[in-house]
Protein backbone atom coordinates (compact mmCIF):
# COMPACT_ATOMS: atom_id res chain seq x y z
CA UNK A 1 0.00 0.00 0.00
CA UNK A 2 2.76 2.40 -0.23
CA UNK A 3 2.08 3.59 -3.72
CA UNK A 4 -1.19 4.50 -2.67
CA UNK A 5 0.23 6.57 0.48
CA UNK A 6 2.88 7.95 -1.88
CA UNK A 7 0.08 8.60 -4.81
CA UNK A 8 -0.30 12.53 -4.59
CA UNK A 9 3.12 13.23 -4.32
CA UNK A 10 4.32 11.24 -7.40
CA UNK A 11 2.11 12.66 -9.77
CA UNK A 12 1.29 16.35 -7.91
CA UNK A 13 3.31 19.17 -8.74
CA UNK A 14 4.25 22.44 -7.15
CA UNK A 15 1.29 24.99 -7.37
CA UNK A 16 3.63 28.04 -6.47
CA UNK A 17 3.65 30.51 -8.72
CA UNK A 18 7.23 30.83 -9.19
CA UNK A 19 7.93 27.31 -8.90
CA UNK A 20 8.97 25.91 -12.95
CA UNK A 21 6.05 23.49 -13.18
CA UNK A 22 3.98 26.32 -12.85
CA UNK A 23 4.44 27.11 -16.36
CA UNK A 24 3.86 23.98 -18.08
CA UNK A 25 7.00 23.74 -20.47
CA UNK A 26 6.40 22.85 -24.12
CA UNK A 27 7.48 19.57 -25.67
CA UNK A 28 8.37 19.75 -29.79
CA UNK A 29 7.84 16.14 -31.17
CA UNK A 30 10.26 13.54 -30.87
CA UNK A 31 10.93 13.55 -34.70
CA UNK A 32 10.48 16.53 -36.28
CA UNK A 33 8.33 15.79 -39.10
CA UNK A 34 5.56 13.49 -36.73
CA UNK A 35 2.94 14.51 -33.88
CA UNK A 36 4.22 11.77 -31.77
CA UNK A 37 6.19 12.95 -28.94
CA UNK A 38 6.98 10.00 -27.15
CA UNK A 39 5.80 6.01 -27.46
CA UNK A 40 7.15 3.61 -24.82
CA UNK A 41 6.14 0.39 -23.73
CA UNK A 42 5.81 -0.12 -19.70
CA UNK A 43 5.67 -3.56 -18.29
CA UNK A 44 5.63 -4.16 -14.18
CA UNK A 45 5.95 -0.61 -13.74
CA UNK A 46 9.13 0.15 -15.77
CA UNK A 47 9.63 1.42 -19.42
CA UNK A 48 10.99 -1.33 -21.23
CA UNK A 49 11.03 0.25 -24.97
CA UNK A 50 12.99 3.74 -26.28
CA UNK A 51 12.06 5.01 -29.96
CA UNK A 52 9.89 2.42 -30.71
CA UNK A 53 6.76 2.96 -33.27
CA UNK A 54 2.67 2.63 -32.28
CA UNK A 55 2.73 -0.62 -34.17
CA UNK A 56 5.97 -1.83 -32.49
CA UNK A 57 4.96 -1.01 -29.10
CA UNK A 58 1.12 -2.43 -29.36
CA UNK A 59 3.18 -5.64 -30.89
CA UNK A 60 5.18 -5.74 -28.08
CA UNK A 61 2.31 -5.05 -25.58
CA UNK A 62 0.22 -8.14 -27.14
CA UNK A 63 3.36 -10.34 -27.03
CA UNK A 64 4.34 -9.86 -23.42
CA UNK A 65 2.08 -7.64 -21.55
CA UNK A 66 1.77 -4.13 -19.93
CA UNK A 67 0.99 -1.08 -21.64
CA UNK A 68 1.57 1.52 -24.14
CA UNK A 69 1.58 5.30 -23.46
CA UNK A 70 1.83 7.25 -26.70
CA UNK A 71 1.82 11.00 -26.56
CA UNK A 72 1.07 13.25 -29.54
CA UNK A 73 0.97 17.30 -30.09
CA UNK A 74 -1.48 18.50 -32.62
CA UNK A 75 -1.91 15.44 -35.25
CA UNK A 76 -3.16 16.09 -38.34
CA UNK A 77 -5.95 13.51 -39.59
CA UNK A 78 -2.99 11.61 -41.68
CA UNK A 79 -0.76 12.00 -38.89
CA UNK A 80 -3.31 10.14 -36.30
CA UNK A 81 -5.06 7.67 -38.66
CA UNK A 82 -3.05 4.74 -38.33
CA UNK A 83 -2.66 4.93 -34.40
CA UNK A 84 -6.59 5.24 -34.35
CA UNK A 85 -6.55 2.23 -36.64
CA UNK A 86 -3.84 0.13 -35.12
CA UNK A 87 -5.78 0.86 -31.55
CA UNK A 88 -9.47 0.56 -33.04
CA UNK A 89 -10.27 4.32 -31.91
CA UNK A 90 -13.65 5.64 -32.50
CA UNK A 91 -13.93 8.16 -35.34
CA UNK A 92 -15.97 10.51 -33.17
CA UNK A 93 -13.35 10.46 -30.74
CA UNK A 94 -10.53 10.64 -33.35
CA UNK A 95 -12.64 13.58 -34.93
CA UNK A 96 -12.24 15.26 -32.22
CA UNK A 97 -9.12 15.04 -30.90
CA UNK A 98 -7.97 16.10 -34.42
CA UNK A 99 -9.98 19.21 -34.61
CA UNK A 100 -9.57 20.15 -30.90
CA UNK A 101 -11.68 22.58 -29.62
CA UNK A 102 -14.15 20.49 -27.49
CA UNK A 103 -15.63 20.95 -24.04
CA UNK A 104 -14.46 18.31 -20.96
CA UNK A 105 -16.30 15.47 -20.98
CA UNK A 106 -15.73 11.83 -20.81
CA UNK A 107 -17.70 9.21 -23.23
CA UNK A 108 -16.86 5.61 -23.86
CA UNK A 109 -16.74 4.07 -27.19
CA UNK A 110 -16.53 0.27 -26.97
CA UNK A 111 -13.29 -0.61 -24.78
CA UNK A 112 -11.98 2.74 -25.05
CA UNK A 113 -12.42 5.66 -22.59
CA UNK A 114 -12.21 9.13 -24.17
CA UNK A 115 -11.56 11.76 -22.06
CA UNK A 116 -11.17 16.10 -22.79
CA UNK A 117 -9.12 18.42 -20.60
CA UNK A 118 -8.76 21.91 -20.96
CA UNK A 119 -5.82 23.54 -20.01
CA UNK A 120 -5.24 26.56 -18.17
CA UNK A 121 -2.14 28.51 -18.62
CA UNK A 122 -1.56 32.15 -16.37
CA UNK A 123 -0.04 34.71 -18.81
CA UNK A 124 2.38 36.62 -16.77
CA UNK A 125 1.86 40.57 -17.22
CA UNK A 126 3.50 43.69 -15.54
CA UNK A 127 0.28 45.74 -15.42
CA UNK A 128 -3.20 44.34 -15.93
CA UNK A 129 -4.83 46.45 -19.23
CA UNK A 130 -8.07 46.76 -21.20
CA UNK A 131 -6.53 44.21 -23.46
CA UNK A 132 -4.43 41.88 -21.58
CA UNK A 133 -4.36 38.12 -21.59
CA UNK A 134 -4.69 36.66 -17.99
CA UNK A 135 -5.45 32.86 -18.75
CA UNK A 136 -4.51 30.84 -22.21
CA UNK A 137 -6.43 27.64 -22.47
CA UNK A 138 -5.41 24.40 -24.66
CA UNK A 139 -6.87 20.67 -24.25
CA UNK A 140 -5.38 17.16 -23.30
CA UNK A 141 -7.10 14.11 -25.07
CA UNK A 142 -7.11 10.84 -23.26
CA UNK A 143 -7.75 7.67 -25.01
CA UNK A 144 -7.42 5.05 -22.14
CA UNK A 145 -7.72 1.12 -23.09
CA UNK A 146 -6.55 -1.86 -21.04
CA UNK A 147 -3.58 -2.17 -22.27
CA UNK A 148 -2.89 2.10 -23.59
CA UNK A 149 -3.25 4.95 -23.17
CA UNK A 150 -3.24 7.40 -25.84
CA UNK A 151 -2.16 11.51 -25.34
CA UNK A 152 -2.96 13.92 -27.69
CA UNK A 153 -2.78 17.89 -26.93
CA UNK A 154 -3.33 20.98 -28.45
CA UNK A 155 -1.59 24.16 -27.46
CA UNK A 156 1.46 25.95 -26.09
CA UNK A 157 0.92 24.58 -22.72
CA UNK A 158 0.05 21.46 -20.76
CA UNK A 159 3.20 19.33 -21.47
CA UNK A 160 3.55 15.87 -20.54
CA UNK A 161 6.95 15.29 -20.83
CA UNK A 162 7.72 16.47 -16.79
CA UNK A 163 4.75 14.09 -15.40
CA UNK A 164 5.81 10.70 -17.78
CA UNK A 165 9.30 11.52 -15.56
CA UNK A 166 7.72 11.40 -12.41
CA UNK A 167 5.71 8.22 -13.17
CA UNK A 168 8.60 6.75 -14.61
CA UNK A 169 10.35 7.04 -11.35
CA UNK A 170 7.28 5.24 -9.19
CA UNK A 171 7.28 2.03 -10.89
CA UNK A 172 4.62 0.41 -8.23
CA UNK A 173 2.05 3.36 -9.69
CA UNK A 174 2.90 2.57 -13.01
CA UNK A 175 2.21 -1.29 -12.77
CA UNK A 176 -1.61 -0.03 -12.22
CA UNK A 177 -1.79 0.34 -15.96
CA UNK A 178 -3.07 3.14 -18.36
CA UNK A 179 -5.60 4.00 -15.49
CA UNK A 180 -2.84 5.77 -13.23
CA UNK A 181 -1.85 7.55 -16.11
CA UNK A 182 -5.24 9.42 -16.92
CA UNK A 183 -5.57 9.54 -12.81
CA UNK A 184 -2.18 11.77 -12.97
CA UNK A 185 -2.70 14.01 -16.46
CA UNK A 186 -6.35 14.60 -14.26
CA UNK A 187 -4.60 15.34 -11.31
CA UNK A 188 -2.16 17.81 -12.67
CA UNK A 189 -4.54 19.71 -14.48
CA UNK A 190 -6.69 20.38 -11.53
CA UNK A 191 -3.66 21.64 -10.02
CA UNK A 192 -2.85 23.66 -12.79
CA UNK A 193 -6.26 25.31 -12.05
CA UNK A 194 -5.47 25.68 -8.56
CA UNK A 195 -2.45 27.46 -9.21
CA UNK A 196 -4.35 30.14 -11.89
CA UNK A 197 -6.96 30.62 -9.62
CA UNK A 198 -4.43 31.52 -7.08
CA UNK A 199 -2.85 34.15 -9.47
CA UNK A 200 -6.45 35.13 -11.25
CA UNK A 201 -7.30 36.06 -7.31
CA UNK A 202 -4.10 38.50 -7.06
CA UNK A 203 -5.24 40.37 -10.17
CA UNK A 204 -8.83 40.75 -9.10
CA UNK A 205 -7.59 41.80 -5.32
CA UNK A 206 -5.35 44.74 -7.29
CA UNK A 207 -8.35 45.84 -9.22
CA UNK A 208 -10.43 45.47 -6.38
CA UNK A 209 -7.77 47.72 -4.15
CA UNK A 210 -7.89 50.13 -6.87
CA UNK A 211 -11.42 51.08 -7.21
CA UNK A 212 -11.53 51.12 -3.32
CA UNK A 213 -8.05 52.92 -2.96
CA UNK A 214 -7.83 54.42 0.04
CA UNK A 215 -5.56 57.07 -1.32
CA UNK A 216 -8.67 58.36 -3.10
CA UNK A 217 -10.76 61.58 -2.78
CA UNK A 218 -14.12 59.96 -2.08
CA UNK A 219 -15.19 61.58 -5.35
CA UNK A 220 -14.55 58.63 -8.09
CA UNK A 221 -10.95 59.82 -8.81
CA UNK A 222 -7.82 59.29 -7.20
CA UNK A 223 -5.54 61.83 -5.47
CA UNK A 224 -3.51 62.72 -7.94
CA UNK A 225 -6.30 63.63 -10.43
CA UNK A 226 -6.76 60.53 -12.39
CA UNK A 227 -9.17 58.24 -12.92
CA UNK A 228 -9.65 55.37 -10.36
CA UNK A 229 -7.39 52.31 -11.31
CA UNK A 230 -11.02 50.54 -11.41
CA UNK A 231 -11.16 51.13 -15.00
CA UNK A 232 -14.42 49.39 -16.55
CA UNK A 233 -12.63 48.40 -19.45
CA UNK A 234 -9.86 46.25 -17.67
CA UNK A 235 -12.58 44.47 -15.32
CA UNK A 236 -14.69 43.95 -18.36
CA UNK A 237 -11.60 42.03 -19.24
CA UNK A 238 -10.93 40.25 -16.38
CA UNK A 239 -14.28 39.13 -16.22
CA UNK A 240 -14.09 37.93 -20.05
CA UNK A 241 -10.80 35.92 -18.77
CA UNK A 242 -12.45 34.66 -15.93
CA UNK A 243 -15.49 32.98 -18.01
CA UNK A 244 -12.96 31.56 -20.26
CA UNK A 245 -11.03 30.17 -17.02
CA UNK A 246 -15.05 29.03 -16.15
CA UNK A 247 -15.46 27.26 -18.88
CA UNK A 248 -12.56 25.01 -18.34
CA UNK A 249 -13.38 24.15 -15.39
CA UNK A 250 -17.63 23.57 -14.84
CA UNK A 251 -17.60 21.16 -17.30
CA UNK A 252 -15.71 18.56 -15.89
CA UNK A 253 -17.18 18.12 -12.77
CA UNK A 254 -19.51 15.70 -14.17
CA UNK A 255 -16.51 13.66 -15.77
CA UNK A 256 -14.57 13.32 -12.66
CA UNK A 257 -17.37 12.13 -10.53
CA UNK A 258 -18.37 9.95 -13.08
CA UNK A 259 -14.63 8.42 -12.52
CA UNK A 260 -14.45 8.91 -9.05
CA UNK A 261 -17.79 7.39 -8.56
CA UNK A 262 -18.86 4.80 -10.89
CA UNK A 263 -17.11 1.21 -11.12
CA UNK A 264 -15.44 1.70 -14.67
CA UNK A 265 -13.57 -1.68 -15.87
CA UNK A 266 -10.79 0.26 -17.57
CA UNK A 267 -10.34 2.11 -14.33
CA UNK A 268 -8.20 0.24 -11.42
CA UNK A 269 -10.28 0.02 -7.81
CA UNK A 270 -7.27 1.61 -5.96
CA UNK A 271 -6.84 4.43 -8.68
CA UNK A 272 -10.51 5.07 -8.75
CA UNK A 273 -10.43 6.59 -5.15
CA UNK A 274 -8.02 9.34 -5.73
CA UNK A 275 -10.28 10.18 -8.72
CA UNK A 276 -12.37 11.61 -5.34
CA UNK A 277 -9.33 13.89 -4.46
CA UNK A 278 -9.45 15.30 -7.75
CA UNK A 279 -13.34 15.31 -7.87
CA UNK A 280 -13.17 17.42 -4.70
CA UNK A 281 -10.78 19.71 -5.44
CA UNK A 282 -11.94 20.69 -8.78
CA UNK A 283 -14.90 21.78 -6.88
CA UNK A 284 -13.38 23.80 -4.67
CA UNK A 285 -11.85 25.86 -7.93
CA UNK A 286 -15.32 26.01 -9.46
CA UNK A 287 -16.79 27.57 -6.45
CA UNK A 288 -13.60 29.46 -6.39
CA UNK A 289 -14.04 31.00 -10.04
CA UNK A 290 -17.67 31.33 -9.80
CA UNK A 291 -17.23 33.77 -6.56
CA UNK A 292 -14.89 35.65 -9.01
CA UNK A 293 -17.68 36.34 -11.58
CA UNK A 294 -19.83 37.48 -8.65
CA UNK A 295 -17.15 39.61 -6.98
CA UNK A 296 -16.04 41.44 -10.74
CA UNK A 297 -19.70 42.33 -10.80
CA UNK A 298 -19.69 43.72 -7.77
CA UNK A 299 -16.70 45.84 -8.27
CA UNK A 300 -17.84 46.51 -11.98
CA UNK A 301 -21.43 47.90 -10.51
CA UNK A 302 -19.17 49.93 -7.66
CA UNK A 303 -17.31 51.28 -10.24
CA UNK A 304 -19.84 52.50 -12.26
CA UNK A 305 -21.54 54.31 -9.34
CA UNK A 306 -18.31 55.98 -8.91
CA UNK A 307 -18.18 57.33 -12.11
CA UNK A 308 -21.58 58.34 -11.74
CA UNK A 309 -20.64 60.39 -8.41
CA UNK A 310 -17.78 61.94 -10.68
CA UNK A 311 -20.12 63.01 -12.67
CA UNK A 312 -22.76 64.49 -10.26
CA UNK A 313 -19.47 66.14 -8.63
CA UNK A 314 -18.83 67.81 -11.86
CA UNK A 315 -22.49 69.14 -12.34
CA UNK A 316 -23.15 70.68 -9.13
CA UNK A 317 -19.87 72.91 -9.38
CA UNK A 318 -20.83 73.52 -12.83
CA UNK A 319 -24.13 74.78 -11.68
CA UNK A 320 -22.69 76.24 -8.92
CA UNK A 321 -20.63 78.34 -10.50
CA UNK A 322 -23.44 79.31 -13.38
CA UNK A 323 -25.56 80.45 -10.27
CA UNK A 324 -22.86 82.89 -9.24
CA UNK A 325 -22.19 84.59 -12.62
CA UNK A 326 -25.56 84.89 -13.41
CA UNK A 327 -25.72 87.87 -10.95
CA UNK A 328 -23.63 89.84 -12.78
CA UNK A 329 -24.76 88.45 -16.07
CA UNK A 330 -28.61 89.69 -14.71
CA UNK A 331 -26.99 93.26 -13.59
CA UNK A 332 -25.47 94.34 -16.70
CA UNK A 333 -28.36 93.03 -18.65
CA UNK A 334 -30.86 95.20 -16.76
CA UNK A 335 -28.08 98.26 -16.93
CA UNK A 336 -27.70 97.37 -20.64
CA UNK A 337 -31.38 99.11 -21.47
CA UNK A 338 -31.71 102.03 -23.16
CA UNK A 339 -33.86 103.65 -21.13
CA UNK A 340 -33.87 107.21 -20.16
CA UNK A 341 -34.79 107.16 -16.61
CA UNK A 342 -33.36 104.07 -14.09
CA UNK A 343 -32.55 104.54 -10.33
CA UNK A 344 -28.87 105.10 -9.87
CA UNK A 345 -28.61 106.12 -13.77
CA UNK A 346 -26.98 109.50 -13.31
CA UNK A 347 -25.78 109.21 -9.54
CA UNK A 348 -22.16 109.71 -9.62
CA UNK A 349 -21.51 106.61 -7.08
CA UNK A 350 -23.74 104.24 -9.43
CA UNK A 351 -20.82 102.74 -11.13
CA UNK A 352 -18.81 101.45 -7.91
CA UNK A 353 -22.11 100.46 -5.63
CA UNK A 354 -23.00 98.60 -8.13
CA UNK A 355 -20.10 96.34 -9.04
CA UNK A 356 -19.81 96.60 -4.97
CA UNK A 357 -23.04 94.96 -4.93
CA UNK A 358 -22.23 92.34 -7.25
CA UNK A 359 -19.09 91.16 -5.89
CA UNK A 360 -21.14 91.26 -2.28
CA UNK A 361 -24.06 88.78 -3.89
CA UNK A 362 -21.52 86.55 -5.82
CA UNK A 363 -19.67 86.44 -2.51
CA UNK A 364 -22.90 85.59 -0.55
CA UNK A 365 -23.78 82.89 -3.14
CA UNK A 366 -20.05 81.48 -3.47
CA UNK A 367 -20.20 80.73 0.51
CA UNK A 368 -23.33 79.06 0.52
CA UNK A 369 -22.54 76.47 -2.03
CA UNK A 370 -19.25 76.07 -0.49
CA UNK A 371 -21.17 75.53 2.63
CA UNK A 372 -23.09 72.97 1.30
CA UNK A 373 -20.32 70.70 -0.17
CA UNK A 374 -21.30 72.21 -4.21
CA UNK A 375 -18.36 73.79 -4.49
Known amino acids: ?28 PACPNSAIVDC ?14 PAEAMAGVRASGGFAWIGLHEPT ?25 QRPKL ?12 TVHYVEHTELTATSEVVETGEVMCFTGRDFIVTVRHGGQGSLRALRHRLQDDPELLAKGPSAVLHAIADQVVDGYMAVAG ?34 GRIYQLKREVLEFKRAVSPLLRPM ?47 LAQAAVAQNEDMRKITAWAAIFAVPT ?43 GWL
Open 77 to 101: EAEFAGIAQEFGLHPLAVEDAVHAH
Open 40 to 53: GVYREGRRVSEHVT
Open 257 to 303: QLLSERPMRLVDSDIQKYFRDVADHLARVNEQVLSFDDLLNSILQAN
Open 1 to 28: MSMIRDLRAAVRPSRRRDDPSYHYATSA
Open 330 to 372: MIAGIYGMNFDYMPELHWKFGYPAVLLATVAICFGIHRGFKRN
Open 107 to 118: ERYDETLFTVFK
Open 199 to 232: AVQDDIDEVEIDVFSSGSNGKGVSSKGSPKGGDA
